[in-house]
């Protein structure tokens, strides 16, 4: 069982930046492959970013590539989701989750946190 709780969303003006951090607990953190997802109302829970078990090994929705930053510290325990050149449909709910392995669809992965909200204004 492995338990995930996000941090740092909150309200960004567009062209601006924030970290997400996950941090999680439970079983070994450094055997699962992590992703990042988000949603928005109505609309059904997408890919954003996902990062191997070794951290060597990185993959990007194109709506993001070039802009967000996936990265993880097994010794922390956390991933970390560095999102910069913000723009308002990036606006939507981020979801960290865990996995066996590296994947891009939601039901790759057995465990999810309950999510940060990230706002960005025009």
């Known amino acids: 069982q492995v338990q995930l709780v996000e941090s740092g969303g909150g309200l960004v003006q567009a062209g601006g930046s924030l970290r997400l951090s996950c941090a999680a607990s439970g079983r070994t953190f450094s055997s699962e492959a992590m992703g990042w997802f988000r949603q928005t109302p109505g609309k059904e829970r997408e890919f954003v970013a996902a990062i191997s078990l070794s951290g060597g090994n990185a993959v990007y929705a194109d709506s993001v590539k070039g802009r967000f930053t996936i990265s993880r510290d097994n010794a922390k325990n956390t991933v970390y989701l560095q999102m910069n050149s913000l723009k308002p449909e990036d606006t939507a709910a981020y979801y960290c989750?865990?996995?066996?392995?590296?994947?891009?669809?939601?039901?790759?992965?057995?465990?999810w946190g309950q999510g940060s909200q990230v706002v960005v204004s025009s």
């Open positions: 989750a865990a996995g066996v392995r590296l994947g891009f669809a939601p039901y790759e992965y057995q465990y």
